[in-house]
C-alpha cells in the first residue's frame, strides 16, 4: 500500500485508480494511504455540480473539463450515480457524456455509485475527492444526482457548487422543496436551445430575491449551513455572494466561458472575503465530529452483546422503553460494566 | 466468499450502432449487485483500455455485433496490455462463430458468449473470476 501511495504521488494513474478502490471499499490499508496523502491534499478546486436526473450535468462536466484543460489546468471528475436499493448495483453511465475527455493525459474520470449506508456517501466520495487532491489535479468536478440529502452532503466537500436546472423540468416549488437552491453557488439553465430557458432563469431569479437579504447572505457565507462563521471581512455588502443564474448549452458549448468566469468570480469572492478559510475550517470540523461519532458508536457497540441491545429494542417497540431512556442506561454501561436495563411494566 | 461489490466495464468496440444487448447485460449485472460502467457506442481500444485503467475495474466485457470480432478483441487486449493492464480479464459477448470462439480464447479473452447465453451465465463466470480474482490478492 506504502508502495501504491509513492506511484500515486509520483503521477501514476494505475496507482490513482487503485487508491480509489481501496478508499471506496474503506480497506483498513486505505486508511492509512490516506493518513499519508493527507499532508499533500488542500490545493485543489472543488467544484460540485448537482442537479435532478438528466438536466446534463454530466455534459456540462464534460464542457468545463475542456474549458478548464484550454486554461491547461489538469481536472480530475468523479461521477456519483445511486446504487440500486433492490441489489445493491448500479449503472454508471456518465462517461457517455465525456468522450470528448479520453486520451487527454490531463484529465481522469472516476464513476462511483452511492452504495447506500447512511452517511457513507458523503465519507466515500471526500476521501476519493481528497486522493485526487492528492494526485495533484488543479481542479476537481463532483457530479451528483440532486434527490435529497445525500447531495447536500457531499456538497460539503465542494468549494464551489453549481447547481443544473433545464426549463420545463426545474419548476421552482420542486426547487425549494430539494432545498437544492440553498446550497447553489451558481445556477445553470442547461439546454438553453429549449423553449422555457429564459422563463426557468426568471423563476429562478425571483425566488433568489425572495430570500430575505440577510438569510440570502446566511447562505452564501455558510454554504447552506446553519452553524455560524466568522467572517474576516465586516462590510456587509462586500461579503454578500448573490448566486448568479446562466444559462447554457451544454452539447454545444454555448454559455461555457461564462460559467467558468462566474465560478472564477466565485472561487475570488470566497478567497477575498475569507469565507474560504473558515469553510474549510467548518468542513474539517464537521468531519472529525462524524468521524469521532463513528469510531465511538463502533467501539461502543463492540461491548455491548448484541442480545442486550435487541432486548432494549422490544422494550422499546412494546413502548415499556423510550428511546433516550434506553440511550441513558447504555451509556451508564461506560461507568458501570453491565447493562441494566429497566423498562415499564406493560 | 467476496463482499465486495465488483465492478465491471461494458463497451461496444467498432461501428455497430446496436446497444440493446449490452445494455440487457449491464441491466442483469446491476441487478446481480454488480456496478457497471456503461460507456456508450464506438469505443476505440484506447477508450476502453483507458476507462477500465481510471475505473479500476475487475472484468472487462465487449459487446460486438458487427461481426469485426476477430479484428477488434486482440486491439482492445493490445491497448490493454499496453497501459499493463494485463491481468484484467476480457469477455466477448455476440454473434461469434465457434471456430472464432476458440481462436478468441488464445488471444487473451476468458470467455466467449453467444447469443444463446442467459445473462445467469455471464453473471455466475464473472463472479467466479472475481472470487478468484480475490483469492489469489
Ligand atoms: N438540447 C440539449 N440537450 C442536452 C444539453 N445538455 C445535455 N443534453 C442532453 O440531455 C441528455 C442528458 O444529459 P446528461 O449530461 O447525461 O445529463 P445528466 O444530468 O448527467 O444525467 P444523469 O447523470 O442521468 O442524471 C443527453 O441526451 C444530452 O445529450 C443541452 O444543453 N441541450
Ligand atoms: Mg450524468
Redesign the pocket.
Known sequence: MSDLVTSLLAGSRRALARMLTQVENATPEAQQALEKLFPHTGNAWIIGVT?A???????LVNALAKAYRAQGKTVGIVAV?PTSPFSGGAILG?RI?MVELSGDAGVFIRSMATRGSLGGVARATRDVVRVMDAAGFDIILV?T?GAGQSEVDIVRTAHTTVV?EAPGLGDDVQAIKAGILEIADVLVV?????PGANQTVRALRAMLELGHPAAREQFARHHGRLIEIEVQNNHQDESLWIPPVLQ????NNTGISELVLAIESHRQFVIESGTITALQKQYLELELYERLQQALMQRFLQTMPKTALADMINHIEARQLDPQRAVNQLLATLDQPSLNIQANES | MTVRTARVLIAKPGLDGHDRGAKVIARALRDAGMEVIYTGLRQTPEMIAEAALQEDVDVVGLSILSGAHMTLVPRVREAMNKVELNDVPILVGGIIPDEDRDTLLTLGVVGVFGPGTTTDEIRDFIHTLVVKKDTNE
Open positions: 442537479g436526473p438528466g438536466t446534463g450535468k454530466s455534459s450515480d456518465d457524456r457530479e444526482v443544473v442547461n439546454k438553453a436551445d429549449r447554457t448549452t451544454a452539447t
